[in-house]
């Protein structure tokens, strides 16, 4: 069995700066991707960014220069720091984890967080 957990969040002043923390554990062979989603209520849940196990990143256009992700592979965990944050990054922010759990064989499985609120406001 898996488990995501996320830290961090929480309300921050527009031009300010938070910091996302996600794990995963468990019997896992490889967290081969691990990112982060975003999703506004009735709105579709967006990729935000995600980073390879070999350290490759992308990143969502809206966030660029802004969001940097980093990630532990000895942990299993990953980070988000979310600088010069703007009212439009409130969201709910979910960890996303794809894993090989046996082997480079096994087909990639998606893991989920539960979810973290970000709330950017004055």
């Known amino acids: 069995q898996v488990q995501v957990e996320e830290s961090g969040g929480g309300l921050v002043q527009p031009g300010g700066s938070l910091r996302l923390s996600c794990a995963a554990s468990?019997?896992?062979?490889?967290?081969?991707?691990m990112g982060w989603y975003r999703q506004v209520l009735g709105q579709q849940r967006e990729l935000v960014t995600q980073i390879t196990r070999g350290g490759t990143t992308n990143y969502a256009d809206s966030v660029k220069g802004r969001f940097t992700i980093s990630r532990d592979n000895a942990k299993n965990t990953v980070y988000l720091q979310m600088d010069s944050l703007k009212p439009e990054d409130t969201a709910v922010y979910y960890c996303?984890?794809?894993?090989?759990?046996?082997?480079?064989?096994?087909?990639?499985?998606?893991?989920w967080g539960q979810g973290t609120q970000v709330t950017v406001s004055s």
């Open positions: 996303n984890v794809k894993i090989f759990l046996t082997g480079l064989s096994d087909p990639l499985r998606d893991y």
């Open positions: 468990g019997s896992i062979f490889s967290a081969q991707v």
